[in-house]
């Protein structure tokens, strides 16, 4: 699967568990017993447990009750791979929007309901994925898992809203054209991707940012957020059968789409 493949399911299990794992002394070369590798592993494998729902999407469950707290992600294989001339930058435009785009209970908006969690929430956009999450009291995870089904299955994309979060975008564009990094960076790798580049730059373009509709949105959405391509993922202080039961309750009714190559 393809969530399988960008990321192995290691690098979702918590920092200070895998740190825990590597200070741990190893065995000497005269004790008997699996290599530390093969226990390393092992003792991941029972911390890491995953499913699949029937819709497709992929469900990943990282136990770690080291602190009374959980993240919930929601992960998509899209990002600056998927655009075509002209669209570059739009994914992350889109990040901004299925946030703004959120309608909660009593029209509130996804910081407010966020906020009532006492959760802290954000998104990043990739080469090849996009993600959003909250992290928040393990209390609340049900409710947390709620909230991000329904970020994904039920947004509004507005014309006001879209020049709102629009101004926000091309304000982060401006800062990362203030730095010198940035630029170093753009440079090299232009000249490694050659004709590719489009596919990479998840900054994007200034003219096809200012150039999106809520209709090119409501397309990517259509295309690319749909359950069989995407994950959720669940970690900190909850267990494999706690998340497979909430995510079959919240995100089982997230119509599959069609299947893409």
Not at 89 to 102: A, C, T, W
Request: aromatic fraction near 10%; proline fraction near 6%.
């Amino acid at each position: 699967m393809w969530c399988r493949r960008l990321w192995p399911v290691v690098l979702f299990a918590p920092h200070s568990y895998l740190h825990a794992l590597q200070a741990r002394p190893q065995a000497s070369s005269i004790e008997a017993g699996p290599p530390v590798e093969t226990r390393r592993a092992s003792a991941i494998a029972r911390l890491v447990r995953d499913t699949t729902l029937p819709n497709g999407l992929e469900v990943i469950s990282v136990e770690n009750h080291t602190v009374p707290l959980a993240t919930v992600e929601v992960v998509v294989h899209t990002g600056a791979f998927t655009q075509d001339p002209g669209t570059e930058g739009v994914p992350h435009l889109f990040e901004h929007m299925l946030f703004k785009g959120y309608v909660g209970v009593g029209d509130r908006s996804f910081a407010e309901q966020a906020s009532d969690l006492d959760a802290i929430f954000n998104g990043t956009t990739d080469d090849e994925h996009v993600t959003y999450y909250l992290t928040l009291p393990s209390s609340f995870v049900g409710d947390a898992m709620d909230m991000m089904a329904q970020l994904v299955r039920d947004p509004l994309f507005t014309q006001e809203a879209l020049d709102d979060e629009r101004r926000v975008v091309l304000n982060e564009f401006a800062r990362d054209q203030s730095d010198p990094q940035y630029h170093l960076e753009r440079d090299v790798e232009r000249q490694l991707w050659t004709a590719a580049w489009g596919r990479k730059n998840a900054v994007g373009d200034i003219a096809a940012i200012n150039a999106a509709t809520p209709r090119l949105l409501r397309e990517i959405y259509h295309r690319y957020y749909v359950p069989n391509n995407a994950a959720l993922v669940v970690s900190g202080d909850v267990t494999p059968s706690q998340v497979f039961t909430e995510a079959k309750r919240h995100f089982g009714g997230w119509n599959r789409g069609p299947t893409r190559s």
